[in-house]
């Protein structure tokens, strides 16, 4: 006995109809990611805003070293928002793509 491996798939309402759940479901995964970037993001700008205080507050006290550490650690959080917002970004493209295929 031998499969066609050609063959179309079936369409019909029941396949629609699984298909439409599916993307829903995509879509609500999608959302619950984008609520937790945006929790990450506001976390990560006040660790920006907090390192950018500490090293405001080195450079009031003329303390080269910590000067250069924090100074090292205020571009990492800035890096590391810049991720953050990115993904973002990309994760709400995606959401809109996939809201205009429900529709």
Not at 43 to 60: G, H, P, S, Y
């Amino acid at each position: 006995m031998s499969t066609d491996l050609h063959r179309q798939p079936t369409s019909g309402p029941a396949v629609e109809a699984a298909e439409r759940i599916v993307a829903a479901a995509r879509l609500r995964e999608l959302h619950e990611c984008s609520a937790l970037l945006r929790r990450t993001r506001v976390r990560a700008e006040q660790i920006v805003d907090e390192a950018r205080m500490m090293l405001a507050e080195a450079e009031r006290e003329g303390e080269p070293g910590r000067i250069l550490t924090l100074s090292a650690q205020l571009d990492e959080a800035r890096a590391a928002y810049r991720k953050v917002i990115n993904a973002y970004v990309a994760l709400c493209r995606r959401i809109d793509t996939e809201r205009r295929e429900l529709a």
